[in-house]
């Protein structure tokens, strides 16, 4: 960053940005095998992680489908102010690293399976 700017994020813009950001790693990651496996059409517009994982040839494990459930709820709801309050004060920094070390785990597997 430049010198003399300074960039302030609140807790709620980052906590957006934060969440929106890593649903939407795995989504358009998951609509890349869609693409890979269902050659004949192309992704569906919608955001919902297991319905997109269900439709690659990929097989998930029950822990990896809950995630992306709990991941589920950033994008779909996370959009509405109070929902986000609620997200904010439920997710706080040790459960904000979990979900990232594991979305980063995902990330990875499916960037080697494409």
Same mark, same amino acid.
């Given at each position: 960053?430049?010198?003399?700017?300074? +960039?302030?994020?609140?807790?709620?813009? +980052?906590?957006?940005?934060?969440?929106?950001?890593?649903?939407?790693?795995?989504?358009?990651?998951?609509?890349?095998?869609?693409?890979?496996?269902?050659?004949?059409? $192309?992704?569906?517009?919608?955001?919902?992680?297991?319905?997109?994982? *269900?439709?690659?040839?990929?097989?998930?494990?029950?822990?990896? $489908?809950?995630? +992306?459930?709990?991941? *589920?709820? +950033?994008?779909?709801?996370?959009?509405?102010?109070?929902?986000?309050?609620?997200?904010?004060?439920?997710?706080?920094?040790?459960?904000?690293?979990?979900?990232?070390?594991?979305?980063?785990?995902?990330?990875?597997?499916?960037?080697?399976?494409?």
């Amino acid at each position: 960053m430049p010198a003399g700017i300074e +960039f302030y994020v609140t807790p709620l813009h +980052f906590f957006s940005i934060f969440t929106l950001s890593n649903h939407l790693v795995l989504e358009k990651l998951l609509k890349a095998h869609w693409v890979k496996d269902n050659t004949e059409n $192309t992704p569906p517009k919608m955001h919902h992680l297991v319905y997109l994982a *269900n439709k690659t040839k990929l097989l998930f494990t029950e822990e990896e $489908t809950n995630f +992306f459930n709990l991941i *589920n709820q +950033f994008q779909l709801e996370g959009r509405y102010p109070d929902y986000k309050f609620d997200l904010i004060k439920k997710y706080k920094a040790p459960e904000t690293k979990n979900i990232l070390k594991q979305v980063d785990i995902i990330r990875l597997c499916l960037l080697k399976n494409l």
